[in-house]
């Protein structure tokens, strides 16, 4: 799934210095090898940026009702959002924040940011946001993401996603940082 780069007709690519050519003195045939391994360290090598292209395709595919046009609209987001946010406190997450994302960025409205102290209380969080949401909003996640290792739980409602973190997992990724342009708001 690799993309090969274009070469104009008038010039070849250069040389890989790993490949070794031999003509047969016999035959007059060129034989190509390459080092032991090399095809596999290749792959392994292009599989990162793979995915991350398959990642980036998948955002722009991700089917996003419009925006919401009104104050009112952006409300019931917001109150969806805070629905989620209550409902990780009252299962024992930490550090709860939601993260107004509206004019920052085109794919969602909030971010809600939260933790729990290890990865059974990650997976219960996120079962007990699900659960909430949908007795609650009647609305289900559009995709779930990191439930196999419950170190980072993203639930994707669309405007908003639910983030759940181990503490480790959210202070390597550092959202709240990332997007420190974003007014935030705590939720106990």
């Given at each position: 799934?690799?993309?090969?780069?274009?070469?104009?007709?008038?010039?070849?690519?250069?040389?890989?210095?790993?490949?070794?050519?031999?003509?047969?003195?016999?035959?007059?045939?060129?034989?190509?090898?390459?080092?032991?391994?090399?095809?596999?360290?290749?792959?392994?090598?292009?599989?990162?940026?793979?995915?991350?292209?398959?990642?980036?395709?998948?955002?722009?595919?991700?089917?996003?009702?419009?925006?919401?046009?009104?104050?009112?609209?952006?409300?019931?987001?917001?109150?969806?959002?805070?629905?989620?946010a209550q409902a990780a406190v009252g299962v024992k997450a930490e550090d709860v924040k939601i993260l107004d994302m509206?004019?920052?960025?085109?794919?969602t409205d909030y971010l809600l940011l939260c933790t729990g102290r290890n990865v059974r209380l990650t997976k219960r969080?996120?079962?007990?946001?699900?659960?909430?949401?949908?007795?609650?909003?009647?609305?289900?996640?559009?995709?779930?993401?990191?439930?196999?290792?419950?170190?980072?739980?993203?639930?994707?409602?669309?405007?908003?996603?639910?983030?759940?973190?181990?503490?480790?997992?959210?202070?390597?990724?550092?959202?709240?940082?990332?997007?420190?342009?974003?007014?935030?708001?705590?939720?106990?």
């Amino acid at each position: 799934m690799g993309v090969e780069p274009s070469v104009p007709n008038d010039q070849s690519p250069p040389p890989d210095p790993s490949v070794t050519h031999e003509t047969s003195p016999s035959t007059g045939s060129v034989s190509t090898e390459t080092p032991a391994g090399s095809d596999e360290v290749a792959r392994a090598a292009a599989a990162p940026m793979d995915a991350a292209r398959l990642d980036l395709g998948a955002l722009s595919l991700r089917e996003r009702p419009s925006k919401p046009e009104t104050a009112a609209e952006l409300e019931a987001v917001h109150e969806r959002a805070l629905v989620a946010a209550q409902a990780a406190v009252g299962v024992k997450a930490e550090d709860v924040k939601i993260l107004d994302m509206h004019e920052l960025v085109s794919y969602t409205d909030y971010l809600l940011l939260c933790t729990g102290r290890n990865v059974r209380l990650t997976k219960r969080i996120a079962e007990d946001i699900a659960f909430r949401l949908k007795q609650d909003m009647g609305i289900v996640p559009n995709g779930i993401e990191g439930t196999g290792g419950n170190e980072w739980i993203l639930m994707d409602y669309l405007d908003f996603i639910v983030h759940v973190f181990t503490p480790e997992a959210r202070a390597f990724y550092r959202l709240d940082v990332l997007w420190k342009q974003a007014f935030v708001e705590v939720v106990e």
